[in-house]
């Protein structure tokens, strides 16, 4: 009997190795991989310049505590907001950096009010579960975090609910967990017009749309957006725990020494793998990641929207989501069984997140299986 509590419904095989898109099971079995692990390891398995930098930085030291300055954690913040007039956090996961954006919002505003959004997903510790739009993961844990509202996702009725009254607005640009639901440009522009006119934060959870997954850095590069914070996390150190909190400059004031902080956080092997990963977000990766990701967009519009289990596919980069008028959780169990390992969202849409090194035969052979595995009847 496991000793392990039973908070995941785990799948009876065990990862034990990868490499590039493919992983190995403990059985033998290799499979292709369309998840990099909930969207961490983007640049695939066993990354030559990730290992050699933690390799590199374990054999130096690996934990400080933050009570020390850090060139790690400066330049790996320089790759992440460059000249901007924008300071960055570091700490564990995406969970936290949201606990941060909460708390940095709520003390920098001197208010306490948040809008989110349905069919949210910021964590499960209190503050981002609390801004989850999710009764499945909340139930049972009350009373959450006070002061929390919410507003329909991508709607223009969400607008008048951005008033002075609010410390932050929260969103993600493409929805994860909610089902792969990109948001529309123009809403994301009323929203942030609102904000600017209401004085009210905008926080932009970049947890698993950043680091490249939309041929972006980040997922609101793609609209022109001005965040006052960004979160982000899963990709930036390739499978290291690591969040980071990035913040407008002028919100230095509400984080002062002692205000906020993090044991482990920035931890120097996070940092190590972290400057690997950006050092390889150059423009002409994510020019390549755009060329892939319009390539999956048509295999995806061409073989797979006309199947007649399929009711629309939705995303960005290459984050697409296949939406089902069948229960996702057997398809996804069929795929591993034919050697592709795919993602769930919500109880209807199979999730699809390859590693950004994926080549467009692997791509081509993906889509192939998906086709093959959803055939009338299944």
Known sequence: MSKLFPTYARYPFDIVSGHDCYLTDDHGNTYLDFTSGIGVCNLGYSNAAVQASVAEQAQKIWHTSNLYQSQLQEQVATLLVGDADKLVFFCNSGTEANEAALKLARKASGK????????????????????TDNPAIQVGFGPLVPDIHFAPYNDAAALTQITTDLAAVILEVVQGEGGVNPASSEWLHQVATKCKQEQVLLIIDEVQTGNGRTGQ??????????????????????????????????????????????TFGG???????????????????????QAKAAYLEQLLQTEIAPLSQVTGITGLGLMQGIHLNVAVGPVVTALQHAQLLTLSAKHDTLRLLPPLTITEEQLAQGVATIKQVLQPGF
Not at 117 to 126: A, E, I, P
Not at 224 to 243: E, F, S, Y
Not at 274 to 289: E, I, N, R, S, Y
């Open 112 to 131: 306490s009010a948040v809008l989110a959004f349905s069919d949210s997903f910021h964590g499960r510790t209190y503050g981002a579960l609390s801004m």
């Open 217 to 262: 850095l980040f997922a609101y590069q793609n609209y022109d957006l001005q965040p006052d914070i960004v979160t982000t996390a899963k990709g930036l150190a390739n499978g290291l725990p690591v969040g980071a909190l990035i913040g407008n400059a002028d919100l230095a004031s509400a984080f002062t020494p002692g205000s906020h902080g993090t």
């Open 267 to 289: 931890n120097k092997l996070a940092m190590a793998a972290a400057k690997a990963v950006l050092t390889q977000l150059t423009p002409a990766f994510l020019a390549q990641v």
